[in-house]
């Protein structure tokens, strides 16, 4: 249900934008998430979300400033732009529809679906 691309062997400062399809599910109704993986087997954690309507956008600490969530519910994409990555933020990036409270705000939490391939992101010198 969600296939991301994108990811890629870059050095530190430099960029990448990943994308997410999601298949099968009705953008129209949830928020979407980045979530980040160090290594297999560990634990993912949330990266970036964006509301169903976008008026609700949400980054780790350690990206504020550097990533950048969009999405276009009518192409069911999503996507994340790393700009000056840094070694730490290697690892493989998942989406996923996200958590969105009564309020509107988006939680980076991982909704509905099961986890797609991911895509690896490499940040090395």
């Known amino acids: 249900q969600y296939v991301e691309s994108g990811g890629g062997l870059v050095r530190p400062g430099e960029s990448l934008r990943l994308t997410c399809a999601v298949n099968?599910?009705?953008?129209?109704?949830?928020?979407i998430g980045w979530f980040r993986q160090e290594s297999p087997g560990k634990d993912r954690d949330g990266v970036s979300?964006?509301?169903?309507?976008?008026?609700?956008?949400r980054y780790a600490d350690s990206v504020k400033g550097r990533f950048t969530i969009s999405r276009d519910k009518s192409k069911h994409m999503a996507w994340l732009q790393m700009d000056n990555l840094k070694p730490e933020d290697t690892g493989i990036y998942y989406c996923?529809?996200?958590?969105?409270?009564?309020?509107?705000?988006?939680?980076?939490?991982?909704?509905?679906?099961?986890w797609g391939q991911g895509t690896q992101v490499t940040v090395s010198p």
């Open positions: 996923a529809t996200a958590v969105q409270n009564p309020a509107g705000l988006c939680i980076m939490r991982k909704e509905i679906g099961p």
């Open positions: 979300c964006i509301s169903v309507n976008g008026g609700s956008i």
């Open positions: 099968g599910i009705s953008l129209d109704y949830y928020a």
